[in-house]
């Protein structure tokens, strides 16, 4: 996909020597505008003291005691939210799917441009090759390169002649294992294995769009079922991709937690689905922007993909309406382009306001994932996970794109060209 120069390698790995000490730095990032959490009132010209990766200190100018080691950011005009989380990723592009031979510097580029860039210091990994993510996770926690907490699935579950149409080729390139499964004593048994080996969740491929006359291919709440109660009963979540309603009754039957997508492609929710979700306790992932870039890919007339969008939109807002627990997520990593400005502007047209969309970005996530003890807010004690935005997300929603700077657990993981 991406070619590294020689040069930007020799920079990047410069970057690698210096970046073992980073952990341990004192950081102060004084004059910013701090935004805490989602519901936390601004505070103006604040100072937030970081030590060993966690959050020391978080204050007004005057009131903060400024430690005299400490590397010193200035953030005047900027607005520091925590780090955010994207729950719908995928290592699959090129440069991502031999996560155990590629050099650290060149993965560390890749995972930076994809993720790390737009703010994503944590990040769910919903379905790859078989251990590539666990792979990556432990190449990052090792220290050997920079990138986001990665939370992950590992291989999803098709059903029996139900691997999608999509990753058939990447499959087939890297020699994988089908990953469908006919019975529900065959869905445990891997579901079971793959637990033990570390994936944090499990993900169902409920609805599996397979292409030609047949369409959608449908696990049977058998099969779902068997999974999900697995997973459930080591405290896992369970994703689904759902693709039509049918799909949707499934998941609910079989107990999921998490839907990955919303269904426009089947036609608006009927009536009481948006409460029997919620209901239910189930969380959304809308990834808005997905729909669009793969009708684009069919080559649909403008209008009918405006129309998928309106119905994606609809089912977003009956969902939140509902009091729904949404979830941010792109479907980037299948998807090239990383750039969420125009997710953001999607959920915005649904009725999101900035405070709304950072919920889904961080506390949200971080409390669906037991991770809120550490992870969506600025506060004492947290990860110094956080990032910089170059202007106000009250003012406009897409300032929640406008990435200046990005620390995970007090270690810089981008840093925007002055
Ligand atoms: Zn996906």
Not at 134 to 155: N, Q, S
Request: aromatic letters at 6%; proline letters at 7%.
């Amino acid at each position: 996909m991406r070619r590294i120069s020689g040069w930007a390698l020799g920079v990047l790995l410069c970057i690698c020597v210096t970046t073992e000490t980073a952990w341990a730095q004192t950081w102060v990032i004084e004059r910013a505008t701090v935004v805490a959490s989602p519901d936390a009132a601004p505070l103006a010209d604040a100072v937030v003291v970081v030590r060993d990766g966690r959050i020391a200190s978080v204050g007004s100018g005057s009131e903060v005691e400024v430690p005299g080691d400490a590397r010193r950011i200035d953030a005047a005009g900027r607005v520091l939210v925590a780090g955010f989380w994207n729950s719908h990723v995928h290592f699959l592009l090129p440069g991502l799917t031999e996560v155990a031979e590629a050099p650290a510097p060149v993965l560390e580029l890749e995972v930076r441009s994809l993720l790390s860039r737009w703010g994503f210091t944590s990040v769910f990994d919903l379905g790859g090759l078989p251990g590539n993510a666990r792979r990556l996770r432990a190449r990052i926690e090792a220290g050997e390169l920079r990138g986001p907490r990665i939370l992950t699935v590992d291989a999803p579950f098709y059903p029996a002649d139900g691997t999608p149409h999509y990753v058939r080729d990447v499959m087939k390139q890297h020699g994988a294992p089908s990953a469908e499964v006919a019975t529900p004593e065959q869905a445990r048994g891997r579901a079971r294995a793959q637990l033990e080996e570390g994936a944090d969740g499990a993900k169902l491929f409920i609805g599996a769009l397979v292409g030609g006359p047949q369409g959608v291919v449908h696990m049977t709440p058998a099969v779902a079922g068997a999974v999900a109660e697995t997973a459930h009963a080591v405290g896992r979540p369970v994703f689904a991709h759902p693709s039509t309603t049918q799909g949707l009754e499934i998941a609910l039957q079989a107990g999921v937690d998490v839907l990955a997508h919303s269904t426009p492609i089947d036609g608006p929710w009927p009536e009481d689905m948006a409460e029997r979700l919620v209901a239910a306790d189930v969380a959304l992932v809308p990834s808005l922007k997905l729909f669009e870039v793969e009708l684009r890919k069919e080559s649909l007339p403008p209008p009918v993909i405006e129309r998928f969008l309106g119905i994606g939109q609809q089912q977003l807002r009956a969902f939140r309406e509902a009091g729904g627990q949404v979830l941010f997520g792109t479907d980037v990593g299948y998807i090239t382009d990383s750039d969420p400005h125009r997710e953001y502007a999607l959920m915005a047209g649904a009725g999101m306001d900035w405070r709304a969309i950072l919920t889904s970005l961080t506390t949200e996530p971080a409390r669906r994932f037991g991770h809120a003890a550490r992870s969506g807010r600025i506060a004492p004690g947290m990860d110094a996970d956080l990032v910089l935005l170059g202007h106000d997300p009250a003012t406009d929603v897409l300032a929640l794109a406008d990435v200046v700077w990005v620390m995970r657990a007090g270690q810089i993981q981008y840093e925007a060209a002055e």
